[in-house]
């Protein structure tokens, strides 16, 4: 069920409906349910796939919030950590792994150093809710949050409909609180969040879809055409990513604001930004902001010599482009962003 369908114009406010029409205590119940069920639209085994990620990650980080010991508690957020990490690489990035070896290693489908594709199909949203349940391990041990009460809370948080798919990554620190509050209806959040929502399908249906539609057949057969085509469809494409990315965040943020619920925004004003680095900062905030967290001071930050900061910043920055796409593109753009973002960091310590 994607957002700019009319099955989610009319699932939305149904569920927001009966939402508000619940006994408080049974709201985030309803709320747990339907996201289930909204997941699991677009295909059953993958909903086995995003309770495997809730189960794993509350039993994890409950048992490690439990002992004293740090050695078990590490034991335990390794189990959360790379748990979800395998699950985000067998389904994204094993079939790319396999290919790279076959192309590596110059193996024919008939010789032994061969390794078949698993032709795994990628799961909605596994992207996101795998470094949503990361982020929550990872601060629980670090103590900046508290766990979650129980199961159902964590479940909603890693599933809550809205965010699910296409994100924003919502942190424990913003959202885990909000899941055990009640909400009533309130006209001020109405009007703000069918505002929002509708920015988000009208960015989504009415731009970035018909660039998409001009440009695709560029992309497909560049060859036959001159280079100013080529140069307007890479200038428009970004234009496109850019309205169908926002897009999907402002109708989460939309439906979560008539739900009652604060979702942070994701996108700042990206292409008025004077540098790469402040791009990043602008765009998808919630992944940029979790990089920096997770990976970066986790890495060191710049807590370090000068040329260890520069090698975090790369590393950093390159993982981004891995995780946008298992495809050598992604890995070569990830690579061009992180030398343009260390060769920026370079020239800012040198101030004409």
Not at 137 to 165: H, I, M, W
Not at 209 to 232: E, K, R, T
């Amino acid at each position: 069920m994607l957002f700019n369908s009319v099955q989610y114009l009319v699932f939305a406010p149904f569920v927001i409906f009966l939402y508000f029409k619940l006994p408080s205590k049974f709201q985030k119940y309803w709320l747990l349910a339907v996201s289930l069920y909204f997941y699991a639209i677009f295909k059953i085994p993958f909903l086995l796939l995003l309770i495997y990620s809730i189960v794993l990650t509350y039993c994890a980080v409950k048992w490690m919030d439990s002992v004293h010991s740090k050695f078990i508690k590490l034991l335990f957020l390794n189990v959360a950590v790379w748990g979800n990490l395998f699950l985000l690489y067998v389904f994204k990035y094993l079939d790319f792994s396999i290919h790279a070896w076959n192309l590596f290693t110059n193996s024919k489908p008939c010789e032994p150093s061969y390794v078949s594709s698993t032709g795994a199909i990628l799961p909605m949203g596994i992207s996101f809710f795998t470094l949503q349940a990361i982020s929550y391990a990872v601060d629980v041990y670090r103590g900046t949050v508290p766990r979650a009460k129980n199961l159902f809370q964590f479940g909603l948080f890693l599933s809550f409909f809205p965010q699910l798919v296409a994100g924003p990554i919502i942190r424990a620190q913003d959202m885990l609180h909000q899941f055990l509050e009640s909400y009533t209806f309130k006209k001020e959040n109405l009007l703000p969040g069918i505002r929002q929502l509708s920015w988000g399908l009208y960015k989504k249906t009415f731009v970035a879809d018909p660039i998409s539609i001009a440009i695709d057949p560029i992309f497909s057969n560049p060859g036959v055409y001159d280079s100013i085509s080529l140069m307007m469809a890479a200038f428009l494409f970004s234009f496109q990513i850019y309205c169908d990315f926002s897009g999907y965040s402002d109708v989460a943020i939309g439906t979560g604001r008539i739900l009652g619920y604060s979702i942070p925004e994701n996108f700042a004003r990206p292409f008025l930004s004077q540098t790469i680095t402040e791009l990043w900062r602008r765009w998808h905030i919630s992944f940029s902001s979790w990089l920096r967290d997770y990976i970066y001071i986790s890495l060191g930050g710049n807590r370090v010599s000068v040329f260890r900061a520069y090698f975090n910043v790369f590393i950093t920055t390159f993982v981004s482009g891995i995780w946008h796409g298992a495809d050598w593109n992604f890995i070569i753009w990830g690579a061009c962003h992180a030398l343009v973002m260390v060769l920026e960091r370079f020239i800012f310590l040198f101030p004409s």
